[in-house]
């Protein structure tokens, strides 16, 4: 099998048999094993060897100590309970911080065997009702979250820019015009064929058109419609399904887009 | 390829102090059949930036559609998609008139393929070129 990058990886990822519920064993150049759990087409874990550990993460997030991580380990062996869980029902994590970090463990153990070269990825299905995670990420999420990364940039940030743009309204991500990537996918569900086809319409439509900072160009159809807009080197494009989302959508962008705050790749 | 009575097209943009420019698109590829001022548009600078970007603008998003706005701080383009081709229009706009703009620079695209479509149907006969106005054939 020839080595996987980034996005053949997540293209394979977003696949899965129906219903999309079970796990790809992953195999890498260096013999390693790595896993990625997925729940109705939503990734709910990955793991890799040389990938960092989440204790170590929820240490150096939200500084819980080393003691009372080894301790309520232990104590999830025993009982069994959840790991992440028993650490918000403790008091240890808030809810948004245990989804927060399970998130960016999952992309940087993604990243982790990516980076390990790909050889094999098997899809094993789940035998019983699924893995019921309480925190769960989309596929296009998760590969502009690994761009983020990879590029040093605050990940959640983008996203909490571009919903602040859709606020439930349109499916869309941001685009850094320079590296041609996405660095954000919104929350609202977007395809990866969806990501792939904007995101090639975007780099085209900047190649005859392109908008200057703080302006913006839509289109409404039949059904919907799209709104795209810029700041500096950073273009947002969002997808409506009905007309009342687009004009909400369009309204927002016309009037808080002069002041509206994305940060700005180097 | 049809041929437009220019000077309507220039009364037309006259008539409009913010009209900075119009012009007509038709055929595949997309090409300009006339046209009346510039664009002056700072996304697309030249009528024949316009013809190039129309039918990715139009046609190719992600919802096909026939009428798309670009705005920039000083003005406003739209792409209008009709039966006889493409209309374009370019208003000043700044963000007090985005409303206003855009219900002149339909007024207007209106006009025009009204123009366009007797042109089409031989009812409006050509007068000459106008260069001033940047038309081409």
């Known amino acids: 099998m020839t080595k996987l990058g980034l996005f053949a990886m997540f293209a394979r990822l977003a696949e899965p048999p129906d219903p999309g519920t079970g796990a790809w064993r992953i195999r890498t150049d260096d013999g390693r094993e790595g896993i990625v759990l ?94 019921a995670p309480e925190t769960t990420i989309s596929v296009t999420q998760a590969a502009c979250r690994c761009v983020a990364f990879v590029k040093g940039l605050g990940a959640e940030r983008l996203e909490d820019s571009l919903e602040a743009m859709l606020a439930g309204d349109a499916a869309g991500m941001l685009i850094h015009i320079g590296s041609r990537l996405p660095y954000a996918a919104s929350e609202a569900t977007m395809s990866w064929q969806n990501l792939r086809g904007w995101l090639t319409w975007t780099l085209r439509t900047d190649s005859v058109c392109p908008l200057p900072s703080r302006g913006y160009a839509t289109g409404r159809g039949a059904v919907g419609g799209w709104v795209m807009w810029r700041a500096d080197d950073v273009v947002g494009v969002a997808v409506t399904t009905n007309d009342d989302a687009q004009r909400r959508l369009l309204l927002r962008v016309a009037s808080t887009l002069a002041d509206w705050t994305v940060e700005q790749p180097a | 390829m049809p041929v437009i009575d220019l000077d309507q097209l220039d009364q037309l943009r006259r008539d409009d102090p913010h009209c900075l420019g119009l012009a007509w698109f038709a055929g595949a590829p997309l090409a300009l059949v006339a046209a009346s001022g510039e664009p002056g548009h700072a996304a697309m600078a030249s009528w024949a930036a316009v013809a190039k970007a129309a039918p990715v603008l139009l046609r190719d998003g992600p919802v096909v559609s026939p009428e798309v706005l670009v705005r920039s701080a000083q003005a406003m383009l739209l792409l209008a998609e009709r039966d006889t081709g493409v209309v374009a229009v370019v208003v000043a706009a700044t963000g007090a008139t985005t409303g206003l703009a855009l219900v002149q620079a339909r007024m207007m695209a209106s006009k025009i393929a009204g123009i366009a479509g007797a042109a089409a149907t031989g009812a409006v006969r050509a007068i000459g070129t106008n260069g001033a106005s940047g038309a081409t054939g």
């Open chain 1, 38 to 131: 997925m729940e109705a087409g939503r990734l709910c874990w990955a793991n890799h060897d040389l990938g960092g550990r989440l204790s170590e993460q929820i240490e150096r997030r939200y500084g819980v100590s080393r003691a009372v991580i080894d301790q309520v380990s232990r104590s999830c062996r025993e009982t069994g309970r959840p790991f992440g869980a028993a650490l918000v029902e403790l008091g240890h994590l808030t809810p948004p911080q245990l989804s927060s970090v399970l998130r960016e463990h999952t992309c940087r153990s993604i990243l982790s065997l990516v980076k390990s070269g790909i050889r094999d990825c098997e899809w094993v299905a789940h035998q019983g009702d699924g893995y």
